[in-house]
């Protein structure tokens, strides 16, 4: 994917969001306030730069709910740190990498190539249906699950019977 690279941050790095990011950011608060666009808030998702942390072993990091994998995604590197220190003090001794206490490795990819190249990568490994939470530990988070107009339709949740029907692969 051009665009995509590992990078790492100190635990406590900042930055700049981009301009797509800080739509992002606006989308989500608008459907704080009661006030948001489905669409809109995609569109911004699609336009924006995310971080994905990344585990010891290399692994883009996730968790499941319902048969849902979830992998979550961070407008910033504050946000993401944010996240990493609830998981740090909630962590048995052990669970975790002991580099995520200081130093946090990530992605960084466009929400274009998340949605429509990452995610249908991942799925296509092991058929789990997979969608994407972003900034999943601030009071801002939006949800971005698989289905039609998010993710393409060959991995959308709403398009399984369509497939199943036609004789096409089942989750």
Not at 122 to 144: C, E, I, K, M, N
Request: negative net charge; without cysteine.
């Amino acid at each position: 994917m051009a665009g995509r690279g590992e990078r790492g941050t100190r635990m406590g790095g900042g930055g700049e969001p981009s301009t797509g990011t800080a739509q992002l950011r606006a989308q989500m608060g608008a459907f704080v306030r009661g006030e948001g666009n489905p669409q809109a808030l995609v569109e911004a998702a699609r336009g924006a730069e995310l971080l994905l942390p990344l585990l010891g072993e290399g692994a883009v990091w996730s968790a499941e709910l319902d048969g849902i994998r979830w992998l979550f995604a961070f407008t910033g590197t504050h946000e993401m740190h944010a996240f990493l220190q609830q998981k740090w003090e909630a962590a048995e001794a052990g669970e975790l990498p002991a580099e995520l206490a200081r130093y946090a490795r990530y992605l960084r990819v466009n929400g274009e190539e998340l949605l429509h190249e990452l995610l249908p990568a991942l799925v296509g490994q092991d058929r789990v249906p997979t969608g994407v939470v972003v900034d999943v530990s601030s009071g801002l988070r939006a949800f971005l699950p698989p289905v039609s107009g998010i993710v393409p339709d060959g991995i959308a949740l709403d398009q399984q019977s369509v497939a199943d029907e036609e004789g096409g692969a089942a989750w």
